[in-house]
């Protein structure tokens, strides 16, 4: 939810700028840079994304990004974060689109899209907890470290307005499917209790529990294309 409200506000400040604005009037070009604006704002999982967008044929795109989030380079929000002491994050997108509407006056070009993507995600936690694969327990520790891996695909829906000279904004949202995989190490001082943490929905909420398990995946943000 807090994820969802800073992208409103995000998305809102840029429909606000463009609602003045002409369709996209030529969206052709080879290729171009992309860049994912409301990524770095994610108050869990910060991280930034570039991407390569290229031209197959007149309606036919795909793009590649790679993401990447570390403490020293994220942006600091006012919303309270669970991350631990070493946050790592790395990420690969492949997304291919069938654009619509492209050179039609006074209408912007949409899409609909499939993008597959793989994120590796590590972490060191302290003076914390975990449920494991195995058994109706959790276990106490003083430190441990989090692998987490999540890969899946999702199907989107987006649209594309000029914002200014030569940039073009990307509005998308999307649902999809996910397998997601974590994994605790390293723990020192381990210990085990019969009973389970209720947790509340936060970072801990879904990287607090070991194993593997499948899920719906959402997807909603904005990307300025250069």
Do not use: C
Not at 32 to 49: G, K, N
Not at 145 to 151: G, H, P
Request: glycine share 6%.
């Amino acid at each position: 939810m807090k994820r969802i409200v800073l992208i409103v506000i995000v998305l809102s400040s840029f429909s606000i700028s463009g609602q003045q604005k002409e369709s996209v009037s030529n969206f052709e070009d080879l290729s171009y840079i992309t860049f994912d604006v409301t990524a770095p704002l994610d108050p869990q999982v910060p991280r930034w994304r570039l991407g390569y967008l290229r031209t197959i044929k007149k309606e036919i795109k795909t793009r590649l990004s790679f993401g990447l989030g570390l403490d020293d380079i994220s942006i600091k929000t006012p919303i309270k974060t669970k991350r631990g002491e070493n946050y790592r994050l790395w990420e690969v997108r492949n997304e291919w689109y069938y654009v619509f509407n492209l050179n039609k006056a006074k209408r912007s070009p949409n899409y609909l899209s499939v993008e597959l993507f793989y994120i590796n995600h590590k972490d060191t936690f302290y003076d914390n907890s975990y449920e494991p694969s195995e058994g109706n327990t959790s276990v106490s520790y003083d430190r441990a470290d989090l692998f987490r891996y999540k890969y899946g695909a999702i199907a989107k829906f987006g649209y594309f307005f000029e914002w200014r000279r030569r940039v073009i904004v990307n509005l998308f949202g999307g649902i999809g499917y996910r397998i997601k995989e974590n994994k605790y190490a390293n723990v020192v001082n381990p210990v085990e209790s019969d009973t389970r943490e209720v947790r509340h929905w936060d970072l801990m909420s879904f990287i607090g529990r070991e194993g593997k398990e499948d899920g719906v995946e959402f997807s909603l943000g904005l990307k300025l294309i250069l």
